[in-house]
């Protein structure tokens, strides 16, 4: 079982900047591919951008240039940082550990932070 807990999250006005972080309980977070995940009212839970194991990224369209995916496999951290916020990035953020073991994928979800994006 991985535990995942997500920081950084609040009111921001747009053209602003905020940092999430996901602290996790892993005990081989190495091997994860951790990713960000966005959930708005009324929509569906939607990828924001992935890191996998060996470091390889992927973003959203609608994030790529101002978001940044990032992890530190010492410290079990994933952080997403956000820069020129607009006010259509404001959701729920989600952080998901995923692992494949053989045929069997693991997901884990953490509880979620909250970004507004707002004047």
């Known amino acids: 079982q991985v535990q995942l807990v997500e920081s950084g999250g609040g009111l921001v006005q747009p053209g602003g900047s905020l940092r999430l972080s996901c602290a996790a309980s892993?005990?081989?977070?190495?091997?994860?591919?951790m990713g960000w995940y966005r959930q708005a009212p009324e929509k569906q839970r939607e990828l924001v951008a992935v890191?996998?194991?060996?470091?390889?990224?992927n973003y959203a369209d609608s994030v790529k240039g101002r978001f940044t995916i990032s992890r530190d496999n010492a410290k079990k951290l994933v952080s997403l940082q956000m820069k020129s916020l607009k006010p259509e990035d404001t959701a729920n953020y989600y952080c998901?550990?995923?692992?494949?073991?053989?045929?069997?994928?693991?997901?884990?979800w953490g509880q979620g932070t909250q970004v507004t994006v707002s004047s």
């Open positions: 890191i996998s194991s060996g470091g390889s990224t």
């Open positions: 998901k550990a995923e692992l494949t073991k053989g045929t069997v994928r693991y997901d884990y």
């Open positions: 892993a005990s081989i977070f190495s091997a994860y591919t």
